[in-house]
């Protein structure tokens, strides 16, 4: 796996981004931020599921003064998502702990000297948030919605913030497919050590969000490219954190529970498999230890796997084995397996921690 990429380690609330901290999970609630409630209940929700710092709209100044009530009702970072209304950045910065612009949506240059301002004043890192639906007018009539354009645009208003003796910076590059998305990222990251937040933008519904954000998202991690990340889903808050957090592991960017290995359906399975994985699944996924676990239907590649799992089943025709560490531990018959997996998975992560 290619090293990580060194970069410069900013502070959202107590969350660190970039340097040597874990890559963080980001997601956004879907509520009026005027609505306070509504708000507060989302954001906890996304703690509650294993995010790191969450972004809220701010459409009016409605939604900027609720601010500073929801931020005193919750335990995660907030991040204020500002476009068009400069001012609505001035009074957010008052509350938050991060101000995310679209510099093609703020406009006139003079408005974005006032946020640098307010963020430089009360010590809040800025993200520039770089789309190729949005780019400024003399990008968009140079290159087009490209990701040429998108990196002319990042580089034009990187450097405007360092002019201000303004660095606490991170940088996202976001388009719609996963071309563009990545070709931005990548031309982008040799030029500056600002920590990257990634994401493929209005992804679509879970299933196209979850593929195209894997593919991108996870030849980013490959490449050691990304410090924080979101996986945009039309669709529920928790499901977003499931698949970021899922990309992070299968990337081998974060090791963290269970790498559950099993075999495709055919017609070889002497086994109720896709039970026996599911329920598996649910039983183990309190267990942050890592470790990898194999479940499989049959005998022509149960062995080989089981001998390189750390807990395996190997089924056969009603009966089957477990395997710890590519020893055979027990032959049980079908329905006494998962539970003599899940004991075993168990007392290996104790005796891991």
Known sequence: ???RYPTKKIFVGNVAVGGDAPI??????YSKTSDIEATIEQINRLHFAGCDIARVAVPNMQAAVALQEIKKRISIPLVADIHFNYKLALEASKWVDCIRINPGNIGEKGRVKEIVKACKDRGLPIRIGVNSGSLENEFEDRYGATAKGMVASAEYNIKFLEDLDFTDIKISLKASDVERTVEAYKTLRPKNNYPFHLG??????????TVKSAIGLGTLLLDGIGDTMRVSITGELEEEIKVAKAILKDSGRVQEGLNIISCPT??????DLVSAVAEVEERTKHIKTPMNVSVMGCVVNAIGEAKHADIAIAYGKGTGLIMVQGEVVAKLPEKQLVDRFVAEVEAFATKQS
């Open 1 to 3: 796996m290619t090293k």
């Open 24 to 29: 963080s999970v980001q997601s956004m609630t």
């Open 200 to 209: 493929v933008t209005e992804a679509g519904t879970i299933f196209h969000a």
């Open 266 to 271: 055919c017609g070889r399975i002497e086994a």
